[in-house]
């Protein structure tokens, strides 16, 4: 048993639900824990009873958190073991607990299980959170910048959150994501003139630039929108092939009546005369 207690206190804090009344707000509470790395649920005086299949079945796959869960009689027993204890409230409390934000409060827990110790965070009933007293139980307070007007959380959007700060507190990089982009080498200005050359062609066949005279100010205005942008190789390659179909269609020959290649005006001219021979048939 101390084995498990001491690989549960090395996964983070343990989420306490001081007596939930809906099974699928547990599960849904398990479910953002395992999102973000936590495991350690315990549950003080659900109201429908432990185990509970809503829970698990609300958990999405969670289950590793919902059969570890752990039912405590009172709160007290809930925390005997914990070194330090977060209590979360929508509310001003009559007491002298300092006050945390949830990015803060994910820090101080992650420094706190770095030095060893066991921490927790406390989490109220779904109508009205928690007592003055059950908040006494608590080391600090942590509450969210919510609007005033609407400040109540469900208690699963509340785990979380603090769930959410509990691991970001621990990259070395708070804003690194586990995918990116890909990584595209910037196009070369030869690219780039390329396909400004390719495309003033294509405009100056259809008359897009009218009147004449001001085709050199049209044409810096367009160098400008296209360079803005900074393309890498592979995004000049779609422009092109974009300008490419739309240089090969045209509204006597739209897209659906074929492909370019059977366009006569792109026919060889041997090809050409034998359709049109076919055609006369």
Not at 233 to 255: C, H, N, Q, T
């Amino acid at each position: 048993m101390q084995a498990s207690n001491d690989i549960l206190a090395a996964t983070g804090p343990a989420i306490i639900l001081v007596e939930p009344q809906l099974g699928e707000n547990i599960g849904m509470v398990a479910r953002a824990m395992a999102n973000f790395g936590l495991s350690e649920l315990r549950l003080v005086n659900p109201r429908d009873g432990w185990p509970n299949e809503k829970a698990r079945a609300a958990a999405s796959r969670a289950d590793h958190v919902i059969d570890a869960a752990r039912v405590f009689d009172d709160l007290a027993s809930a925390v005997a073991d914990l070194n330090f204890v977060f209590a979360t409230t929508a509310r001003a409390r009559d007491n002298f607990k300092p006050v945390r934000g949830p990015v803060e409060a994910g820090r101080a827990l992650r420094a706190r299980q770095r030095s060893g110790q066991r921490t927790g965070i406390l989490f109220g009933r779904e109508r009205f959170g928690l007592y003055n007293d059950e908040v006494g139980l608590a080391d600090e307070i942590v509450t969210f910048p919510v609007d005033p007007a609407f400040s109540s959380l469900n208690i699963a959007q509340a785990a979380l959150l603090m769930s959410y700060e509990w691991m970001k507190s621990g990259l070395e990089d708070e804003t690194k994501t586990n995918f990116s982009s890909p990584d595209m080498m910037p196009a070369t200005k030869e690219q780039l003139h390329g396909l400004f050359a390719y495309l003033e062609g294509a405009l100056e066949a259809r008359g897009y630039f009218r009147p004449a005279p001001k085709k050199p100010k049209m044409v810096d205005n367009l160098r400008a929108v296209l360079t803005r942008a900074g393309f890498a190789e592979p995004e000049l390659k779609v422009l092109r092939g974009i300008i490419s179909s739309l240089d090969r269609f045209s509204p006597a020959m739209p897209r659906g009546d074929g492909s370019p290649g059977d366009d006569p005006r792109r026919l060889p001219a041997a090809a050409a005369k034998a359709r049109k021979a076919t055609d006369k048939e």
